[in-house]
C-alpha cells in the first residue's frame, strides 16, 4: 500500500512538469494504459504525464504509470514526440523515448510509436497513442500498450 501511495505522489511530481504547440507551453496529462503482450494476460495501468514544448513541433512527455495486476509495479518513461497538425485542431506524432519498469524485475527499454492530440475546448485536448517497448530483460515480453487520456494545457 506504501508502494501505491509513493507512486501516486511520484505522479503528481511528474505532471507538475508537462506540452501543447507552443514553445514553452506546459500540459498534464492523466491517462490509462492498457499494456498487452502476445503470449500473456492484458496489465491495466493508471498514470499520468507532463508535456513541455522544446520547440513549436517538438515536445517531451516524461510519465509514470501504475500498473494494477497481481504485483503491484510501475512503467516511468520518457518520450520525445514530433508534431504534423493534420487538420486545425488535430495533431499526429511519432514518438521514441526511453522506459525503466518494474515488471516483477526491474528493466530498461526503448519506446516506439505514434498518437494524436484532438482539441475539444480551449485547453483541453483529447490524446491516444499506440508503442511498442523493446525490453532489455530477457523474460519479459515487449508489450504493445495503448494510451487513451485528456490533456490540460497551461
Known amino acids: 500500500m506504501k508502494k501505491i501511495f509513493l507512486m501516486l505522489a511520484a505522479a503528481l511530481c511528474i505532471t507538475s512538469a ?3 504547440q507552443d514553445k514553452g507551453d506546459w500540459a498534464i496529462v492523466p491517462r490509462v494504459n492498457i499494456y498487452t503482450a502476445w503470449d500473456a494476460d492484458s496489465v491495466f495501468g493508471i ?15 516524461p510519465a ?52 494524436f492530440d484532438v482539441t475539444v475546448a480551449d485547453r483541453w485536448d483529447v490524446t491516444a497513442g499506440l508503442k511498442y517497448m523493446i525490453e532489455t530483460h530477457k523474460y519479459f515480453d515487449n508489450p504493445l500498450v495503448l494510451t487513451i487520456g485528456g490533456s490540460y494545457r497551461f
Open 47 to 61: 498514470g499520468a504525464a507532463g508535456r513541455y514544448s522544446i520547440l513549436d513541433q517538438l515536445r517531451l512527455e
Open 64 to 115: 509514470l504509470t501504475v500498473l494494477c495486476h497481481k504485483h503491484c509495479s510501475i512503467d516511468m518513461n520518457c518520450d520525445v514526440q514530433y508534431l504534423f497538425p493534420i487538420a486545425d485542431r488535430w495533431n499526429l506524432y511519432p514518438l521514441a523515448g526511453i522506459s525503466v519498469n518494474d515488471f516483477g524485475d526491474w528493466s530498461a527499454g526503448i519506446n516506439l510509436g505514434a498518437g
Open 18 to 20: 508537462a506540452s501543447a
